[in-house]
Nanobody, 118 residues
Framework: QVQLVESGGGLVQPGGSLRLSCAASGFIFNRYAMSWYRQAPGKGRDLVASITRFSVSTTYSDSVKGRFTISRDNDKNTVSLQMNNLKPEDTAVYYC???????????WGQGTQVTVSS
């Protein structure tokens, strides 16, 4: 029933931009903080950006601060990640995450591939 579906990944040159989107269904969207994680080849899954339930606050990893922007639309049940000035080190599978701290519930999408090639 719960679905998180990422889209927007692809191949981009260094310095380019991509916008990732995550469509959510099957749960009450505005009860969940939303995040983007990424996993590079042979590496663990790392937090990239997070946004609170009503977009009051956002958080970014140091490696993407100033380049990436997370946003959400509670009317459309979507969360996005605008990625600018992409670098080869940004190459990873990007995952959408939903977390309801009150109910201790958490959901993950299947991921979308982002490749930044020189």
């Amino acid at each position: 029933q719960v679905q998180l579906v990422e889209s927007g990944g692809g191949l981009v040159q260094p310095g380019g931009s991509l916008r990732l989107s995550c469509a959510a269904s099957g749960f009450i969207f505005n009860r969940y903080a939303m995040s983007w994680y990424r996993q590079a080849p042979g590496k663990g899954r790392d937090l990239v950006a997070s946004i609170t339930r009503f977009s009051v606050s956002t958080t970014y990893s140091d490696s993407v601060k100033g380049r990436f922007t997370i946003s959400r639309d509670n009317d459309k049940n979507t969360v996005s990640l605008q990625m600018n000035n992409l670098k080869p080190e940004d190459t990873a599978v990007y995952y959408c995450n939903a977390k309801d701290q009150m109910r201790q519930a958490e959901y993950w999408g299947q991921g979308t591939q982002v490749t930044v090639s020189s």
